[in-house]
């Protein structure tokens, strides 16, 4: 054997070394990581839901779970909300308990968040997540002032933005708990996707397909394919429904279903408009700025290049 070829034999043993203790470690602690991510999780549910003995997982979708809690008696005592939305530093993951007809906070947990340290992570103190309990939402933040009626709050100092970012996220969560209750879809985006699909496509209809959408013309011709796609805003999680051509090339047109777009769809209106035609993948730096919404406005690309990935690997 020449030198260099020692020398690769000996690199290609260490990776091969290197690699087989990274998967053997994954594997030995893939249970333990997955046993604490249940025991939080838990410790969350019970935290803001006493008295629950056993409960049910009901999975809305990625970023939202509804906990059935029950007692000993398998009555229900309340259900609790676990969601992430996002935050002025990024997502934050919260578990909301709420009673058994969902009109009142019971608890709140905080179960993730990546806020500034001093100011915005103090959403984890005790006295702000205890304001929570009892209130019935919508919830709104009050800044400087005590709150007057039981669908209000009092900031954090210096960290007002954190402070209505925890609030948004619980009123979402009582949004999709009422939604489940009423036996409607809890996202409650099937509805706002056909009610925006009709007004922006009228010649064109939609068909199921399992993860996707088939969007065909009135004789039943194939026009494109269609699905909803989310990503983490400034404050809440973004759904738009994505409408592209058949090749995959080109966007037929992007409808915003929830999250903080839908507040301020006027201001969002001639950027949506302008997603029509663009070639995919979009890219960040195509687009004239929103005025102070640029996390927004990324979000919103984000979650059309997720959409066109989604679609190449469900349409073969």
């Not at 709140?108 to 309990?133: A, C, H, Y």
């Not at 996202?187 to 065909?216: C, H, M, T, W």
């Not at 890219?283 to 690309?301: E, H, K, P, W, Y």
């Amino acid at each position: 054997m020449n030198k260099e070829f020692k020398m690769v034999l000996v690199l290609t043993l260490v990776i091969l070394f290197a690699g087989g203790v990274l998967a053997f470690t994954y594997v030995a602690t893939q249970k333990d990581i997955e046993s604490n991510l249940e025991n939080t999780k838990k410790r969350a549910l019970l935290t803001v839901v006493s008295g629950t003995s056993k409960y049910e997982e009901v999975k809305i979708d990625e970023h939202t779970t509804i906990f059935v809690a029950k007692d000993e008696q398998n009555n229900v005592i309340g259900y609790g909300v676990m969601i992430e939305g996002g935050g002025f530093q990024g997502p934050i993951k919260v578990m909301v308990g709420f009673s058994s007809d969902g009109s009142e906070v019971r608890g709140l947990e905080i179960m993730e968040n990546v806020e500034t340290p001093g100011l915005g992570n103090r959403i984890e103190e005790d006295w702000f997540k205890k304001q929570f309990t009892g209130r019935i939402p919508p919830i709104e933040v009050l800044k400087g002032k005590e709150p007057e009626n039981r669908s209000q709050i009092q900031a954090i100092t210096g960290a007002t933005i954190s402070s209505k970012s925890v609030a948004n996220i619980v009123n979402n969560a009582a949004q999709v708990l009422n939604k489940y209750l009423s036996g409607g879809d809890a996202s409650g985006v099937e509805d706002a996707l056909l009610r925006g699909f009709s007004n922006s496509f009228p010649d064109y209809q939609l068909k199921k397909a399992g993860a996707y959408y088939l969007i065909k013309s009135k004789d039943d011709k194939l026009v494109g394919y269609g699905l909803s796609s989310k990503s983490l805003g400034y404050s809440d999680t973004i759904t738009i429904f994505l409408a592209v051509d058949k090749d995959l090339k080109k966007i037929l047109g992007v409808i915003p279903l929830s999250g903080e777009v839908m507040s301020e769809r006027t201001r969002f209106e001639g950027f949506f408009r302008s997603l029509s035609n663009k070639d995919l993948p979009l890219r960040l730096g195509d687009f004239d700025v929103v005025s102070g919404a640029t996390i927004t406005q990324d979000a919103v690309i984000s979650a059309v290049n997720k959409g066109l990935e989604i679609l190449k690997k469900e349409i073969k």
